[in-house]
């Protein structure tokens, strides 16, 4: 149980373009999800928390509407990088926070998109 | 700000070898601390630490925390070529779901 999955896993765009990235629980609800950015080599440097149903919060630095994300329902967080560029080449990682009955400390994390942006 | 420091950043170690990775962490209201494996995708959990002097166990791997001492300790014996990863720690604190990650330990297991 608690699978998260990611979509697409790989996405190549031009500069200029906007690029969706998905995030499903496939078996369980997730009221909470997380969005990661990882460098290359270095560690996951949270980007934003969003919650079902209300406006994701951002982490200091990180630009709202450059990345916009969405959390339409229980199972599903969107995060559209818009109007790409190179720097913003990474790999995105998303988690749920688990099922209710597990620790509020407890995130299952999606397989992550490898973003590169040309 | 919340603060997770890990030591080594990386080691090479033969199969066999034991292996004992750090984690320190400066976290306001403290409430657990996690370990995670990353290969070469996403990572996957290890152990969830709430409780100081325990140590919790799988397998060829344990880990301990020491609040004390505001630390956490992550071994693996006997390594084999698939412990080959980066492993993550990071802590939760008044934000219970919020996690902040250090910046991971490389290991490279040599056959």
């Known amino acids: 149980g608690a699978v998260v999955s990611q979509h697409p896993s790989r996405v190549i765009c031009k500069s200029g373009t906007s690029v969706k990235i998905e995030c499903r629980s496939l078996?369980?609800?997730?009221?909470?999800m997380f969005w990661y950015r990882q460098f290359p080599k270095k560690s996951l440097m949270l980007m934003a928390t969003s919650n079902e149903g209300s406006k994701a919060t951002y982490e200091q630095g990180v630009e709202k509407d450059k990345f916009l994300i969405n959390h339409a329902s229980l199972t599903l967080s969107t995060l559209t990088v818009t109007s790409a560029h190179p720097e913003d080449s990474s790999f995105y990682i998303c988690s749920a926070r688990g099922p209710p009955s597990g620790s509020p400390s407890e995130q299952f994390f999606g397989p992550g998109t490898r973003l590169t942006v040309l | 700000e919340d603060k997770v420091v890990q030591s080594p950043l990386s080691l090479v170690v033969h199969e066999g070898d034991t292996v004992t990775l750090n984690c320190s962490y400066e976290?306001?209201?403290?409430?657990?601390l996690l370990w995670y494996k990353q290969e070469k995708k996403a990572p996957t959990f290890l152990f969830m630490l709430?409780?100081?002097?325990i140590e919790k166990k799988s397998g060829r791997l344990s880990s301990i925390l020491d609040k004390k001492e505001l630390s956490s300790i992550l071994n693996i014996t006997a390594t084999q070529t698939g412990d080959s990863a980066i492993y993550l720690c990071a802590a939760t604190g008044s934000n219970d779901y919020k996690l902040s990650f250090g910046a991971g330990t490389t290991v490279t297991v040599r056959a």
């Open positions: 078996d369980f609800q997730a009221t909470t």
């Open positions: 976290v306001t209201n403290f409430r657990s």
């Open positions: 709430t409780s100081s002097g």
